[in-house]
């Protein structure tokens, strides 16, 4: 009888380990799961439109702010200038098409005895060159308030400034990068699994991530599948 308990408890016990050793193969081959994986979140570098010395200065390196936050002022003075100088020159020449526009009017009721065809048609192109002129003055006009709207820099997005090189005072060029702000709702985990684990990633699939900090899980969904990813 002993007998027989110990071959029923070894073949209990080979069936044991038989289906935790498929259990354990299948899940390392196949199960969707991998530790190759990535944090990631878009960093929306903050540079100038505009040139000028910072007069004002917000934010503070890993500072939290909100889309639309004021982040830093450049120097408004010379683009309130060239904005004045700009309407006045919208005035000078809305003046001179309204006056090529009557003196145009005024020729073209006259009669061939009074006037030529050629200055009757000199006079017309004169008003039609005399309104171009006063459109390209109008869009330097919006030109100039552009400027001067964009020497107040705000945040393009939620996120945490970082990368701060900026103090009062100093000159910023246009182009040049002042700080960045990581984008704190793109945040995803992005990951890398074999291909015989892929058949079982779904888009939609609920999915969990474990942080190497040992924190709680957090838990998210499949929102696509690359189809290639090249990493250098």
């Known amino acids: 009888m002993k007998k027989i308990v110990r071959v029923l ?6 069936a044991a380990g038989c289906v935790g050793g498929y259990e354990l193969w299948d899940y390392y081959l196949f199960s969707p ?4 994986a990535r944090v990631q979140a878009d960093v929306v570098n903050i540079a100038p439109d505009v040139a000028g010395f910072v007069t004002d200065l917000r934010v503070k390196d890993n500072q939290f702010v909100h889309k639309g936050d004021l982040l830093l002022v450049i120097d408004r003075e010379r683009y309130t200038r060239a904005l004045a100088m700009a309407d006045a020159t ?3 020449r809305k003046a001179d098409m309204d006056n090529a526009a009557q003196q145009a009017a005024r020729r073209a009721k006259l009669t061939t005895i009074a006037i030529s ?3 009757r048609q000199d006079a017309i ?8 002129t006063y459109q390209q003055a109008v869009a330097d006009r919006s030109t100039a308030q552009l400027n001067l709207d964009r020497t107040v820099l705000r945040a393009p997005v939620n996120g945490i400034v970082t990368n701060l090189t900026l103090v009062v005072g100093q000159y910023a060029s246009v182009g040049t990068k002042l700080m960045a702000l ?24 609920q999915a969990e991530i474990y942080l190497l900090d040992g924190s709680p899980a957090l838990r998210g969904h499949v929102e696509s599948i690359a ?3 090249y990493r250098s």
Do not use: C, Q
């Open 182 to 205: 990581i984008d704190s709702d793109s945040y995803r985990v992005t990951g890398y699994f074999e291909e015989t684990k892929m058949p079982a990633v779904k888009v939609g699939e």
């Open 125 to 132: 192109l004169k008003g039609n060159s005399a309104a171009a």
């Open 117 to 119: 065809d050629d200055a």
């Open 9 to 14: 408890l070894t073949l209990v016990i080979a």
């Open 227 to 229: 189809r290639g990813h």
């Open 90 to 92: 919208v005035a000078a």
């Open 33 to 36: 799961w991998t530790r190759d």
